[in-house]
């Protein structure tokens, strides 16, 4: 029988949950999820990135207004 789980996202915890394994104090993250730094890193570069375009674009087109 299908039993469906409930909308939770699926986040670290939920899916430790989800399989029984919440509670568990030191659990090890699987290796293909990135740990929450490694996620915020990502995020911190994502936004560097973003500044840099946004930068190299303004300088274009204050470059093409002159």
């Excluded at 509670?23 to 993250?29: D, W």
Aim: aromatic share 0%; hydrophobic share 40%; glycine share 10%.
């Amino acid at each position: 029988m299908l039993h469906l789980h409930s909308a939770q996202p699926l986040t670290r915890a939920g899916r430790a949950e989800r399989e029984g394994h919440a509670g568990h104090e030191g659990a090890q993250a699987p290796d293909d999820e990135p740990t929450p730094e490694q996620e915020i890193a990502a995020i911190i570069q994502q936004a560097e990135a973003a500044v840099r375009l946004v930068r190299a674009g303004s300088e274009a087109a204050l470059r093409g207004a002159e």
